[in-house]
């Protein structure tokens, strides 16, 4: 069935380096991408998000890229710092209909100081 | 952003007894509810929609007399945990999503132990 895929499970990045989260979708039809960030014992919190009509969106030290060509989403947070350190969800959404999340596996950053 | 909260955020009950658990959204108006359960090291798993006013939608699999949903008011839903066994113990999340916006908020989740 259709599925939301990461490529990485564990990403070890260095305190003050750049850090790049990538998720593979595989329902060409999802129109709505948004990605989340897992702390332990806590609740998805919502980071950035982008539309299909976008390629790119910039937030506060984050930034999401959209490649529908080859349905591939990442995220990519700007001087990682330990407080960055979580699982990070990338999710989509066709919209119009009951607008469901389809949730990836999930990323865990690790920041090393 | 929109504010999602859950209650109570931990509870332990005996096997066999019914546990409730409380999502509200804070500030804003929530015309659908998800709730979602967790399991460790797992993403999230969708149980089922709740429209306000409708009966809950529950995705293949989930036992709708065993998680009973109710979403009476655009500011509250619940999900009561009925008969419980070891194997609901589970981390259950809700999110709420406003009737002009695709983007769901989450609640902090709630961790229920069934011993």
């Known amino acids: 069935g259709e599925s939301v895929g990461l490529h990485l499970p564990t990403l070890s990045v260095q305190e003050g380096d750049n850090s790049i989260i990538n998720c593979a979708y595989s329902n060409s039809a999802s129109d709505y991408f948004i990605w989340y960030k897992q702390e332990s014992g806590k609740g998805p919190q919502f980071i950035i998000d982008?539309?299909?009509?976008?390629d790119k969106r910039q937030g506060q030290r984050v930034t999401v890229l959209l490649n529908k060509t080859v349905k591939h989403l990442s995220l990519q947070i700007a001087a990682t710092q330990p407080g960055d350190s979580a699982v990070y969800f990338c999710?989509?959404?066709?919209?119009?209909?009951?607008?469901?999340?389809?949730f990836g596996t999930g990323t865990r950053l690790q920041v090393t100081l | 952003g929109a504010v999602v909260s859950q209650h109570p955020s931990r509870v332990i009950c005996k096997s066999g007894t019914s546990v409730k658990i409380e999502c509200r959204s804070l500030?804003?108006?929530?015309?659908?509810m998800f709730w979602y359960r967790q399991f460790p090291k797992k993403s999230l798993m969708l149980m089922a929609t709740s429209n306000e006013g409708s009966k809950a939608t529950y995705e293949q699999g989930v036992e709708k007399d065993k998680f009973l949903i109710n979403h009476a008011s655009l500011t509250l839903s619940t999900l009561t945990v009925t008969s419980a066994h070891p194997e609901d113990s589970s981390f259950y999340i809700c999110?709420?999503?406003?009737?002009?916006?695709?983007?769901?908020?989450f609640g902090p989740g709630t961790r229920l132990t069934v011993l």
């Open positions: 982008i539309r299909s009509n976008m």
């Open positions: 500030d804003f108006q929530a015309t659908t």
């Open positions: 999110s709420g999503r406003g009737a002009s916006t695709d983007t769901q908020y």
């Open positions: 999710a989509e959404i066709l919209t119009g209909t009951a607008s469901k999340l389809t």
